[in-house]
T-cell receptor
């Protein structure tokens, strides 16, 4: 399978715990995005990378959130001291420039904070 | 900043009929791209169709076509010959290009399409 993969698919954690999600983009794609989707809403942009450089972060990304993309390959999104409001689907997408910025999405990681 | 408005929370269509899903947008960017994605109950976002703001012709991809009316800032999705497998959530999204690193997608709230047999 050469699509975008995300792990884990589901994560249940207790409030206050740290969680880390992984995204493996399509191999030749140099852009990688993280979005968050809550119930009944469209995805909201969190951050994106071009190769290993994190070029933009949304205001939604509080200090408890950190994302990395070492070596410009896979990416990790860490949430520290999780809160119930962090419960959402976290989507990763990748794209290849040049051309229209068609983003290919992974299956998402559904986070539930108890 | 970009904004996408999808005014139809839910739509119903009979199998084999055509359906139009509405999308209006607002942006100050001189150039932009408009996208439609499908999200089945499994959760994965599936790219359907793309329209660039300077494209002269409306985009088509198989049974999907995008009715782009730039002056009205609308980018409606038309699905012809609906199939049961088309039942899903549909999101309109845009990407603005203002010379900066604005490559993120801004999504609407979506329209839940149900295809009846």
């Amino acid at each position: 399978d050469t699509g975008v993969s995300q792990n884990p698919r589901h994560k249940i954690t207790k409030r206050g715990q740290n969680v880390t999600f992984r995204c493996d983009p399509i191999s030749e794609h140099n852009r990688l995005y993280w979005y968050r989707q809550t119930l009944g809403q469209g995805p909201e942009f969190l951050t994106y990378f071009q190769n290993e450089a994190q070029l933009e972060k949304s205001r939604l990304l509080s200090d408890r959130f950190s994302a990395e993309r070492p070596k410009g390959s896979f990416s990790t999104l860490e949430i520290q001291r999780t809160e119930q409001g962090d419960s959402a689907m976290y989507l990763c997408a990748s794209s290849l420039r040049p051309g229209p910025n068609e983003q290919f999405f992974g299956p998402g990681t559904r986070l539930t904070v108890l | 900043a970009q904004k996408i408005t999808q005014t139809q929370p839910g739509m119903f269509v009979q199998e084999k009929e055509a359906v139009t899903l509405d999308c209006t947008y607002d942006t100050s960017d001189p150039s932009y791209g408009l996208f439609w994605y499908k999200q089945p109950s499994s959760g994965e976002m599936i790219f359907l169709i793309y329209q660039g703001s300077y494209d002269q012709q409306n985009a088509t991809e198989g049974r999907y076509s995008l009715n782009f009316q730039k002056a009205r800032k609308s980018a409606n999705l038309v699905i012809s010959a609906s199939q049961l497998g088309d039942s899903a959530m549909y999101f309109c999204a845009m990407e603005g290009w203002s010379g900066g690193s604005n490559y993120k997608l801004t999504f609407g709230k979506g329209t839940l399409l149900t295809v009846n047999p």
